[in-house]
């Protein structure tokens, strides 16, 4: 190696010392050249980090991100000459994490990309451990909609959650309030639905004593109890239509006034709101304000239905039977987590919740078993019948799945992308599981 190579090297190695978050120096090639000591602390790696690939560190891969599914940050940069942000799991000693990527490349003298600086900040706001208080998943769908929760949460950005009911819009709206720089203050929930205008107006502004019959007091509004934090407005399609001009005056001017009064008060907080109602086609039936839409939707966020996010479906079970029963190391039968597999759940989490509940009280030991689940819930004893011989020898889960998808390689004609949507999982997922099976 030239002198001057080694020096640039050696030199580029220093700068990682300087970067307050976990960093490595990477060549073109995917391959770790330094490592700062607040990444080798945290990611645990071991004295033989340098010459490895990021990937396979990372993710245990033996290919690139991008060809198992992913999207890497690394070839993004090379592609486009800048930075790049991304949303990965990485593995770490404490197991699987939700770390914020971001890759910054480095031109040598002729202006070519030569080395990446890769820096790593863990996620505060997710987690796949079932004993933590965060947002819980690690499907493709769910880390999408964490990328966007992670870059928006620390801005005063508004932001507009859209998704079916029961998707989980208030506690998505919690985490953001609790990343951002209003942390310490209130986060105040408006539930919108059912509020007549009167009643609308005097919960969100307050109103004077005697403002009308039955005013016997002050009475100081939501808004003012979110100064300085976070005020979220839940299925905020239902906002009656007199009353969104009000909101927009509120929006545009920073001001409001209780009523009965004609002083003017200055407003402060965060707005973050939720529907799981079509906006946009509320807009063009005159059923909500176009200009309102235009000043609520600056940032919106889609939340998955359960049904997206198939393969968070066990991680889920575990952490809200956690969460019910904190005590009690209950769990699902292999028969009940197939049935719970099978089902729509029109109502997602909030009913997969609600389903775990009802199931744990008729449970009498431990285990949940499929005849405490709800009626729709339960698998056909056909099907079970069809499934399994009395006369075979059992297997694990693990080699009928297995066993399963040797059989579907075998069959199967289209690509790895198109039998990953065929299994309801993502091809990362896909990969992983023949890179077990020593076929990827």
């Known amino acids: 190696m030239p002198a001057d190579e080694k020096l640039d090297r050696e030199c580029l190695g220093g700068v990682l010392d300087v970067i307050t978050q976990p960093a490595i120096l990477l060549n073109r090639h995917y391959q770790i050249v330094g490592a700062n000591e607040l990444y080798i602390n945290h990611y645990g790696t071991g004295p033989n980090l340098k010459g490895r690939k990021c990937y396979e560190v990372s993710h245990h891969y033996t290919v690139p991100c991008d060809r198992a599914g992913e999207s890497c940050p690394l070839q993004a940069s ?4 800048e930075p790049h942000r991304v949303l990965h799991l990485h593995h770490t000693p404490r197991g699987e994490e939700h770390v914020d990527v971001e890759t910054r490349p480095l031109r040598n003298r002729n202006g070519e990309i030569e080395y990446l600086v890769e820096i790593l900040k863990s ?17 493709p769908a769910f880390n999408q909609m964490l990328n966007l929760v992670q870059r928006v949460a620390p801005t005063n950005t508004t932001v507009l959650l859209q998704g079916e009911t029961g998707t ?29 205008e009167s009643l609308f107006e005097s919960e969100l502004f307050g109103h004077e004593k005697g403002a009308f019959t039955g005013a016997h007091s002050r009475k100081h509004g939501l808004v003012e109890a979110a100064r300085g934090g976070t005020l979220f407005l839940d299925e905020v399609g239902d906002i009656p239509l007199a009353m969104q001009v009000k909101l927009l005056r509120l929006l545009e001017t920073g001001t409001f ?10 407003a402060d907080f965060r707005l973050i709101c939720a529907t799981h ?6 807009v063009q039936a005159g059923g909500f304000r176009e200009d309102l839409y235009y000043r609520i939707s600056a940032f919106p966020i889609h939340l998955p239905a359960l049904r997206e996010r198939a ?14 029963h904190p005590d009690t190391k209950l769990s699902l039968s292999a028969q009940a987590l197939n049935c719970l597999g099978n089902y729509a759940f029109p109502g997602n989490i909030r009913e997969l919740r609600n389903i775990l509940e009802r199931a744990s009280i008729l449970a009498d030991g431990t285990v949940i078993l499929p005849e ?18 009395p006369g075979a020898t059992i297997m694990t889960l693990e080699q009928a799945e297995q066993r399963y998808l040797q059989n579907v390689l075998a069959h199967f004609n289209g690509d790895k992308k198109a039998l990953a949507a065929k299994l309801g999982i993502s091809e990362r997922t896909l990969y992983r599981k023949l890179q077990e099976m020593g076929q990827a």
Not at 78 to 81: K, Q, V
Not at 168 to 196: M, N, W, Y
């Open 372 to 389: 405490h689940l709800p009626p729709e819930c339960t698998c056909a004893t056909t099907t079970s019948a069809h499934l399994f011989d």
């Open 277 to 282: 109602r079509d906006l946009k086609a509320m």
């Open 168 to 196: 989980g819009k208030e506690v998505v709206a919690q985490a953001i309030h609790d990343a951002s720089e209003r942390q310490s203050a209130a986060f105040v929930p408006v539930e919108c639905s059912g509020l007549t």
């Open 123 to 139: 996620s505060k706001l997710a987690s796949v451990d079932v004993s933590q208080r965060s947002l819980v998943g690690r499907s």
């Open 78 to 81: 090379l592609e486009s000459g």
């Open 311 to 324: 393969e968070d479906l066990k991680l889920l079970i575990d952490t809200l039977l956690n969460r019910i």
């Open 257 to 266: 006034r209780r009523v009965g009064s004609i002083d003017a008060l200055k």
